[in-house]
């Protein structure tokens, strides 16, 4: 079955930038109908997408996080990975990866990887 | 584009039917999806397309609407069902969810 997993470090520190991966297993990610998303939660917080990648690298993301955010794509790996700059604590959150059917759902989510921004 | 949900917080009993709502600042169509969320676990997929139950999902769970308004409705609330749902419009870009209803045991 689909499986997503979410690597990356659980600290940083503020002014440092954040890299996550996310390697799926179970689907390839050049799959036409699928695009690939970030989405966080801070603790005890509500849901906010990130933004997504397309297999040929197509990408949009969260005017909200405006350019500090990155987003690539290794078909080779079957991984998609998260890149988000200038880290401060507001940005301590859980951070999943999930796939988009379709564009009308996220239907397969990784567990979620904690990030903890602190000196 | 700004969901939001109503109630924020929710207490009812095993055997009851509950309605959450979900009001899109702008016409969605029926871009939208629900979610439920269990303390220290990834959302999960119960509904897409407003009314279409995902693979697995019991039948106890339905949607409806289109526009800008929504609910998900629970027909006899389960002991599992206790958990947090989350609304989310895939019409247009950026995403975004409503802030989340907390479905607790009364």
């Known amino acids: 079955q689909v499986q997503l997993h979410e690597s990356g470090p659980g600290l940083v520190k503020p002014s440092q930038t954040l890299s996550l991966t996310c390697t799926v297993s179970g689907a390839s990610i050049s799959g036409s109908d699928y695009y690939w998303s970030w989405i966080r939660q801070p603790p005890g917080g509500g849901l906010e997408w990130i933004g997504f990648?397309?297999?040929?690298?197509?990408?949009y993301s969260n005017p909200s996080l405006k350019s500090r955010v990155t987003i690539s794509v290794d078909t080779s790996k079957n991984q998609f990975s998260l890149k988000l700059s200038s880290m401060t604590p507001a940005d301590t959150a859980v951070y999943y990866c999930?796939?988009?059917?379709?564009?009308?759902?996220?239907?397969?989510w990784g567990q979620g990887t904690l990030v903890t921004v602190s000196s | 584009i700004q969901l939001t949900q109503s109630p924020s917080f929710l207490s009812a009993s095993i055997g009851d039917r509950v309605t959450i709502t979900c009001r899109a600042s702008q016409g969605i169509r029926s871009y939208l999806a629900w979610y439920q969320q269990k303390p220290g676990k990834a959302p999960n997929l119960l509904i897409y397309?407003?009314?279409t139950l995902q693979s697995g999902v019991p039948s106890r769970f339905s949607g409806s609407g289109s526009g800008t308004e929504f609910t998900l409705t629970i027909s006899s609330l389960q002991p599992e069902d206790f958990a947090t749902y989350h609304c989310q419009q895939l019409n247009s870009y950026p995403y975004s969810f409503g802030q989340g209803t907390k479905l607790e045991i009364k």
């Open positions: 999930a796939r988009d059917s379709d564009r009308d759902r996220l239907d397969y």
């Open positions: 990648i397309y297999y040929n690298g197509n990408t």
């Open positions: 397309a407003a009314s």
